[in-house]
């Protein structure tokens, strides 16, 4: 189930079907764009529905695996505002006419696109402001595979996970990595207030949860509460 030419981070054997659904769950995390950011695509085959979240690039090839899945996209949801996971969204948007969901502290990054491009050495993608503000709670997702939204201000201000219950999986965006953190140096970063949104957002998930960075490999909560050096008191 991975897309050609994309190194996959396979989940099916780990996340499994929630039980009692006996549709067949899509979920797919591959790296785009230079600096690697991962998008997920996650569907239900039996509704014909998915959601990308954070379609920093290559659009083109996330719209065709999408096509060749025969998946209707529902969602567009942004982890946070930097340009290596938002910069393809609005090209998504025009493919599908799937609504942009971005937390609207982030919106002072969305204007600050060229300069996110500058610092990159790359051209700037055209962006938009998103067609709906996700709120700390809120439900998003396909109906068979609902997730929580957690505001996790830090690496910026409008930063989200997305914690998806029946599947013991969270989406942390650039909050947490494998053995690390997201970095607090960039405009709207801060360094007390990642550690705890960490601390009392994520790390009050059951150890087995499954994470999914914006970058790197995944990891559990449990593995990052024993052994990250950046959350050890
Ligand atoms: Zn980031």
Same mark, same amino acid.
Not at 1 to 11: C, K, R
Not at 120 to 147: K, W
Not at 193 to 222: A, C, Y
């Given at each position: 189930? #991975?897309?050609?030419?994309?190194?996959?981070?396979?989940?099916? *054997?780990? *996340?499994?079907?929630?039980?009692?659904?006996?549709?067949?769950?899509?979920?797919?995390?591959?790296?785009?764009?230079?600096?690697?950011?991962?998008?997920?695509?996650?569907?239900?085959?039996?509704?014909?529905? %998915? =959601?990308?979240?954070?379609?920093?690039?290559?659009?083109?090839?996330?719209?065709?695996?999408?096509?060749?899945?025969?998946?209707?996209?529902?969602?567009?949801?942004?982890?946070?505002?930097?340009?290596?996971?938002?910069?393809?969204?609005?090209?998504?948007?025009?493919?599908?006419?799937?609504? =942009?969901?971005?937390?609207?502290?982030?919106?002072?990054?969305?204007?600050?696109?060229?300069?996110?491009?500058?610092?990159?050495?790359?051209?700037?993608?055209?962006? %938009?402001?998103?067609?709906?503000?996700?709120?700390?709670?809120?439900?998003?997702?396909?109906?068979?595979?609902? #997730?929580?939204?957690?505001?996790?201000?830090?690496?910026?201000?409008?930063?989200?996970?997305?914690?998806?219950?029946?599947?013991?999986?969270?989406? #942390?965006?650039?909050?947490?990595? *494998?053995?690390?953190?997201?970095?607090?140096?960039?405009?709207?970063?801060?360094?007390?207030?990642? =550690?705890?949104?960490?601390?009392?957002?994520?790390?009050?998930?059951?150890?087995?949860?499954?994470?999914?960075?914006?970058?790197?490999?995944?990891?559990?909560?449990?593995?990052?509460?024993?052994?990250?050096?950046?959350?050890?008191?």
């Amino acid at each position: 189930m #991975a897309i050609a030419g994309f190194p996959v981070l396979d989940f099916h *054997a780990i *996340a499994g079907t929630p039980r009692g659904y006996h549709g067949i769950m899509i979920l797919e995390t591959f790296p785009v764009g230079p600096l690697q950011c991962n998008c997920t695509l996650l569907g239900d085959e039996a509704a014909g529905e %998915a =959601i990308v979240i954070d379609p920093g690039d290559e659009i083109s090839r996330i719209h065709k695996r999408l096509t060749s899945l025969g998946l209707k996209l529902k969602q567009i949801v942004i982890t946070h505002a930097h340009i290596d996971h938002v910069g393809g969204a609005l090209k998504l948007k025009r493919l599908t006419g799937a609504p =942009i969901l971005l937390n609207e502290n982030d919106l002072p990054l969305l204007d600050m696109m060229d300069k996110q491009a500058a610092w990159l050495g790359i051209p700037t993608p055209e962006t %938009a402001p998103p067609d709906e503000v996700l709120l700390d709670g809120q439900q998003v997702g396909v109906d068979a595979y609902p #997730a929580q939204v957690l505001h996790t201000p830090g690496h910026t201000q409008g930063s989200v996970c997305l914690h998806f219950v029946p599947l013991k999986m969270v989406i #942390a965006g650039d909050t947490l990595f *494998a053995g690390s953190i997201g970095r607090t140096d960039l405009p709207g970063g801060d360094g007390d207030q990642i =550690i705890d949104s960490i601390h009392t957002r994520l790390l009050k998930l059951p150890d087995e949860t499954r994470v999914i960075p914006g970058h790197g490999p995944m990891t559990t909560i449990g593995a990052e509460r024993k052994s990250n050096p950046f959350l050890q008191s």
